[in-house]
């Protein structure tokens, strides 16, 4: 089985960081597109901010210049680096992964349980 296991969420104050990283494990050939999504009270999940395998990155505008994803592959592990947090960053954080599990199959999505992160004075 292939897991994806999050961490790094919490309470901060406006205009402090947080470091969230997700650690994919199991029976993994190759992962390509790795992704941190959030999905805040009442909304839509939306798309934060997504990474392919070979480094190229893409955020969402509400994001830019403030969010940070990376990844380890030698680690299969995407992190999200978060700056200049806002109350409107709430939301429960989830971790996506599209994965190959074997040489012969094709890539299937994975997500991780979410984590929480709530920014509040």
């Known amino acids: 089985q292939v897991q994806l296991v999050e961490s790094g969420g919490g309470l901060v104050q406006p205009g402090g960081s947080l470091r969230l990283s997700c650690a994919a494990s199991g029976s993994i050939f190759s992962i390509n597109v790795m992704a941190w999504y959030r999905q805040a009270p009442g909304k839509q999940r939306e798309l934060v901010a997504h990474i392919t395998s070979g480094g190229i990155t893409d955020y969402a505008d509400t994001v830019k210049d403030r969010f940070t994803i990376s990844r380890d592959n030698a680690k299969n592990t995407v992190y999200l680096q978060m700056n200049s947090l806002k109350p409107g960053d709430t939301a429960v954080y989830y971790c996506?992964?599209?994965?190959?599990?074997?040489?012969?199959?094709?890539?299937?999505?994975?997500w991780g349980q979410g984590t929480q992160v709530t920014v509040s004075s």
């Open positions: 996506y992964a599209d994965i190959r599990k074997y040489f012969l199959t094709g890539n299937l999505p994975y």
